[in-house]
């Protein structure tokens, strides 16, 4: 399969510990974007990367969150010090570029006690 | 601000009727429009785009959206249902530069036999 995949697939975590998702793109998707999606919402942008550069960050993304993506090939998302209010469903989408539709992995659904 | 507004939360219908969900959208200039689908623990899945030329748009699984510039509007249609189309439905807005997504709410659809 060489779709967008993601890891873990669940997190939970207790509030104040800090955890890492992954992301694989589709190869040669130089566009990489993370969503988040809480219950009953659609996904809200979150950031974006062209290649290894982080060129848009949302104002959601608070101080706790950071993302990287070495060499332009998978991406991380990290998040410190985890709040309640974190738990959601977190996507990664690829994208080729241009006006290309973006492709979408499973998830990551976090959960945060 | 660009904005995608999705009036009906959810929607039954029974199976082999059709069907037409409703988006209404709100941005400056040409938008790239699209609608997802999102099955119970699946990711995102592209049922069709718009981005110039034909205001009718034909997606996979028989799905076809008609883009409405004078109402702002771009509405999903299918002309039978078919009970594996029960999902959340999501139009969404591509925004910007990097093309990010910015979607609407949801539509629950679901299906009686």
């Known amino acids: 399969d060489t779709g967008v995949s993601q890891d873990p697939r669940h997190k939970i975590t207790k509030r104040g510990q800090n955890v890492t998702f992954r992301c694989d793109p589709i190869?040669?998707?130089?566009?990489l974007y993370w969503y988040r999606q809480t219950l009953g919402q659609g996904p809200e942008f979150l950031t974006y990367?062209?290649?290894?550069?982080?060129?848009?960050k949302s104002r959601l993304l608070s101080d706790r969150f950071s993302a990287e993506r070495p060499k332009g090939s998978f991406s991380t998302l990290e998040i410190q010090r985890t709040e309640q209010g974190d738990s959601a469903m977190y996507l990664c989408?690829?994208?080729?570029?241009?006006?290309?539709?973006?492709?979408f992995g499973p998830g990551t659904r976090l959960t945060v006690l | 601000a660009q904005s995608v507004t999705q009036p009906d939360i959810h929607i039954t219908v029974s199976e082999g009727a059709s069907l037409e969900l409703r988006c209404n959208y709100s941005?400056?200039?040409?938008?790239?429009l699209f609608w997802y689908v999102q099955s119970p623990g699946q990711g995102l899945q592209l049922l069709l785009k718009?981005?110039?030329?034909?205001?009718l748009v034909q997606g996979i699984k028989g799905f076809e959206a008609e883009f409405k510039r004078s109402q702002s509007s771009f509405n999903l249609r299918k002309h039978t249902v078919h009970w594996s189309d029960a999902a959340e439905y999501f139009c969404?807005?591509?925004?910007?530069?990097?093309?990010?997504?910015?979607f609407g709410t949801g539509t629950r659809l679901q299906v009686f036999p």
């Open positions: 718009y981005f110039s030329g034909d205001t």
């Open positions: 941005y400056g200039a040409t938008p790239y």
């Open positions: 190869s040669e998707h130089n566009r």
């Open positions: 969404a807005v591509g925004a910007g530069n990097t093309d990010k997504l910015i």
């Open positions: 989408a690829s994208s080729p570029g241009g006006s290309g539709e973006q492709f």
């Open positions: 990367f062209q290649n290894e550069a982080q060129l848009e």
